[in-house]
């Protein structure tokens, strides 16, 4: 793989309306998408999830720029690779920051995609074609997320993930529950409790869940499996999980029954990958969680949830769930409840260039 160029685009846009969680709402999302071009023109597009804060992780859209420019774009111009899996591999030499390498590392895994003419889904070993689609409602209301659960069901989802906190638990989610009795719910706390709130978390188990979503700390690892030892509820990992190393530990513990797989998060595709693999090997149900991300992020998803672990429909929704428009074309939609895995090279969708010049904050381009 000879990289000529890496173009890293940071973009700006509002979400069609705010995105709220216990631990704020997110209005306007800024992503990094970058373009590698190699000695041949064919360019692979990748994306970078960070927020503007480090709410959700420790990394920023900031941090992200400065170590892509400073750190892992030198580091590829110094070290020449004719695989992505050896981009990952190189990039252990720096610790963390998953979203950086995970932008560039995607963007290296469309590019070697394209230059054998395959869909990356194909590349990754992906095998379905056709994606489960479910989609989140992130609301501090109940009428918002009736009125939204309806919506979104009527447009075919599959699976519906609410999120929850000590204030809105419970009668919410009963409230829920008498209007869709059989309906596919998943509940994401986002680290909104603690062990002391144990007797609010068992009692959720009187609503048939699909899984609690990253109920306890961040970070935690030992107090999620103190906790699914008392609850029917299988306990899903989000946050928790940033490596591999944190899946198999998680797992061994007995932390989580599912697993939600983020590649940002998780620092590439080669990473989610072999954590995709090794809860195959284990037994343990993957889906692929969601970053309120634009077209880019998306497609790598859809390539990536194509594995065959990925049993239980995750965050994988049209792109008109966040945008008035999207920045690639076509648009990603959802029709029967599922998603299109492209048959096309690569991630199978390409930039609307229109639309990047629309939201575009800033652009850079290095030649290596
Ligand atoms: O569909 C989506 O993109 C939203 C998924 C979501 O809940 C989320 C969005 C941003 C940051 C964290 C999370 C999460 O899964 O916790
Ligand atoms: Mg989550």
Avoid at 32 to 42: A, H, L, M, P, Y
Wanted: aromatic share 8%; charged share 25%; net charge negative.
């Amino acid at each position: 793989m000879t990289i000529a160029s890496v173009e890293l685009n940071v973009i700006q846009m509002p979400l069609k309306e705010p995105f709220l969680t216990h631990l704020g709402a997110v209005t306007d999302r800024e992503g990094i998408i970058i373009r590698i071009t190699n000695s041949d023109g064919v360019t692979g597009l990748g994306e970078g999830v960070a927020f503007s804060t480090p709410w959700y992780t420790e990394e920023t859209v900031k941090t992200s720029l400065h170590m892509l420019t400073d750190i892992l774009i030198p580091l590829l111009k110094k070290n020449p690779i004719n695989h992505p899996q050896e981009a990952s591999l190189l990039f252990r030499s720096i610790r963390r920051n998953n979203m950086a390498k995970a932008a560039l590392e995607t963007a290296l895994w469309d590019l070697f995609a394209k230059s054998y003419s395959q869909p990356l889904a194909k590349t990754l070993g992906g095998t379905s074609p056709l994606i489960a689609s479910g989609v989140v409602v992130a609301t501090d209301s109940t009428k918002n997320a009736l009125q939204q659960i309806e919506q979104y069901l009527e447009a075919g989802y599959q699976r519906i993930k609410v999120k929850i906190n000590p204030r809105q638990d419970y009668s919410f989610l009963s409230e829920i529950r008498s209007v869709y009795p059989d309906l596919a719910i998943m509940a994401d706390a986002n680290s909104a409790y603690t062990l002391k709130d144990i007797d609010r978390i068992k009692a959720l188990d009187d609503f048939n869940l699909l899984m609690i979503e990253q109920p306890l700390g961040f970070d935690d690892i030992l107090e999620h499996a103190m906790l699914q030892k008392e609850i029917k509820t299988p306990i899903c990992l989000d946050e928790s999980i940033v490596s591999f190393e944190d899946a198999r530990k998680a797992i061994e513990f007995g932390s989580c029954q599912v697993i939600n797989i983020k590649v940002g998060r998780v620092g590439g595709l080669y990473e989610a990958k072999r954590i995709h693999d090794y809860c195959l090997e284990k037994g343990i149900p993957v889906w692929c969680g969601g970053m309120i991300e634009f077209g880019i992020s998306r497609a790598h998803n859809i390539a990536l949830a194509s594995l065959p672990g990925f049993t239980i429909p995750g965050d994988i929704s049209a792109s008109n769930r966040f945008w008035e428009e999207d920045i690639i074309t076509p648009e990603v939609t959802v029709e029967n409840g599922f998603v299109k895995v492209p048959s096309g090279p690569g991630i199978g969708f390409e930039i609307n260039e229109k639309r990047l010049q629309e939201v575009l904050l800033s652009k850079e381009t290095y030649v290596l």
